[in-house]
């Protein structure tokens, strides 16, 4: 056997996720490792949580990245602040809501559905309903950003419409976060997650999470142990809490940490609200390119992701061919549609540092290319 180094070719990742990531976020990763106990390393997590503050607007002291990717942020809610027997209120309108779902039940809570339609916005009259329907539900859980349909959520309203009916709220950031308005503090949710992968620009494999007062004293109050012990917030507060008291738990990734601190450096250096404003730009951009070229978007202008775009493939055009050109002749990758829209739409991601003019340009010139 003479297996040699991989290298894989350099791409434009116009997807869902992973986006492309800084060379700067790279060039961090391949930093020296250091134990993860040392006290430099003790001081940079430190800086991640504080700049985690800052990417969620949020004062929360548990602020942290847990250490595997979103889908591990998204068991980390639920698996603390589920308890059997209690009843979640879950809106789907798309893959990721279904997994919320999954999840309660794994937990053994009882779910209570709010069904939406794909390529829609969560409505809040329907949540509203159900709110009043069930007076005993203890938490609504809702996907901000619907990465599956494009779709973004009103997590302001949805959060205060919780908080009137004594429900604390789940929120799913994984697309949201660095790319669309967000604000943790001022919505009053109480807990969210999120994914490196996205609108951060980072390497894939950490979820950033929050919990507010409202959620940590329910997670300190509960009646049964956390089901998982590597999720167990109990414990690994003990490893992010205060610097000098650092306990061990698991071996943090080093150098996967070391790549956030530089992403969240970046994105601090430009300003949260410079990059949704640049999201934003580019969307617009881009959605006026693939008009003029007579396609059609799927989801309402009002209830858009800037980030994430849902266009229709055109009449007897195969999609996946399309794609496959892409990627062979262009080195540019677009995502196909999941769920009830598999065939039927492209996902054209404008993510982080690929949200820019040029990849704009580039994705709608191939494109046409490819369509002719
Ligand atoms: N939630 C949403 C909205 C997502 O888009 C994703 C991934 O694409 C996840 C959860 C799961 O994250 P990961 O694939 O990092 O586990």
Redesign the pocket.
């Known amino acids: 056997m003479s297996i040699t180094s991989f290298h894989p070719p350099r791409r434009t990742l116009m997807g869902?996720?992973p986006s492309d990531v800084y060379s700067r976020v790279t060039e961090a990763l391949s930093r020296p490792t250091i134990g993860h106990l040392d006290p430099m390393f003790v001081g940079m997590m430190d800086e991640v949580k504080q700049l985690l503050q800052y990417a969620f607007r949020t004062q929360n002291a548990l602020t942290l990245p847990v250490s595997a990717?979103?889908?591990?942020g998204?068991e980390t809610c639920f698996a603390n602040l589920v308890e059997p027997g209690e009843k979640v209120i879950v809106c789907i309108n798309g893959v990721?809501g279904i997994?919320m779902k999954e999840n309660v039940e794994r937990c053994g809570g009882e779910t209570v559905i709010v069904q939406g339609e794909w390529g829609r916005a969560v409505d809040p009259a329907a949540v509203e309903e159900t709110l009043k329907a069930h007076p005993d539900a203890v938490i609504l859980a809702f996907?901000h950003?619907?990465?599956s349909t494009g779709a973004r959520s009103d997590a302001e309203k949805l959060c205060a419409l919780a908080r009137q009916h004594n429900c604390l709220t789940i929120v799913?950031a994984?697309?949201s976060l660095g790319g669309s308005e967000l604000e943790v503090d001022a919505w009053g949710i109480d807990a969210i997650y999120s994914?490196t992968?996205k609108c951060l620009s980072c390497v894939?494999g950490l979820?950033p999470v929050s919990f507010n007062q409202r959620a940590v004293d329910k997670i300190q109050n509960r009646k049964t142990k956390v089901q998982s012990w590597f999720l167990d917030l109990n414990l690994v507060m003990g490893y992010w809490g205060k610097g000098a008291k650092r306990a061990y738990h698991h071996t943090a990734p080093v150098n996967a940490l070391y790549a956030l601190h530089e992403a969240l450096v970046i994105l601090q250096e430009e300003g949260i609200e410079n990059s949704w404003k640049r999201h934003q730009l580019h969307h617009n951009a881009l959605v006026a390119g693939l008009e003029a070229m007579g396609m059609s978007m799927v989801v309402p202008a009002d209830e858009r992701l800037a980030q994430l775009n849902l266009v229709t493939v055109p009449e007897g055009v195969d999609e996946a061919a399309v794609r496959a050109e892409l990627l062979e002749a262009y080195n540019l990758e677009i995502g196909a549609g999941l769920g009830d829209f598999a065939g039927k739409v492209w996902r054209i991601g404008l993510m982080g540092c690929a949200a820019t003019k040029t990849n704009a340009l580039f994705c709608l010139g191939a494109l046409e290319a490819v369509l002719g």
């Open positions: 869902p996720g990717p979103g889908s591990a998204m990721f997994r996907v950003a619907e990465t799913d994984v697309t994914g992968q894939p979820s």
